[in-house]
Nanobody
Framework: QVQMVESGGGLVQAGESLTLSCAASPGQDSGGLTVINTVDWYRQAPGRQRELVAGIVRRNSGDDTHVEEIVRGRFTVSRDTTLNMVFLKMNNLTSDDTGTYIC??????????????WGRGTQVTVSS
């Protein structure tokens, strides 16, 4: 089964930057490769509902990206096709950005076709 694996979280000071990565790891029954059709980044903080942050969608002409208003201008999302990985670059972090960041992907595999998968999340803590 495909696993979405986030990395790059950590403890930073307000105003600093952090880049998260999201990979779709093929499972034993996935046919040995994954194709990332879409990735959406969410975050969830204690006492708050999960919220959409940004995402990327594969198109034949190139990727489309979207960034929610709450982080627009500070966060960007991109894809590295060679690494088959999606990144979320977060600039000028504030304490309000603290939370667990989760990537959710629509992933195609040779054996399972396209399905949706959720990662476990990576913790981002911003100290003020």
């Amino acid at each position: 089964q495909v696993q979405m694996v986030e990395s790059g979280g950590g403890l930073v000071q307000a105003g600093e930057s952090l880049t998260l990565s999201c990979a779709a790891s093929p499972g034993q029954d996935s046919g040995g490769l994954t194709v990332i059709n879409t990735v959406d980044w969410y975050r969830q903080a204690p006492g708050r509902q999960r919220e959409l942050v940004a995402g990327i969608v594969r198109r034949n002409s190139g990727d489309d990206t979207h960034v929610e208003e709450i982080v627009r201008g500070r966060f960007t999302v991109s894809r590295d096709t060679t690494l088959n990985m999606v990144f979320l670059k977060m600039n000028n972090l504030t304490s309000d950005d603290t939370g667990t960041y989760i990537c959710a992907g629509n992933i195609w595999t040779p054996t399972k076709g396209a399905n949706n998968y959720w990662g476990r999340g990576t913790q981002v803590t911003v100290s003020s």
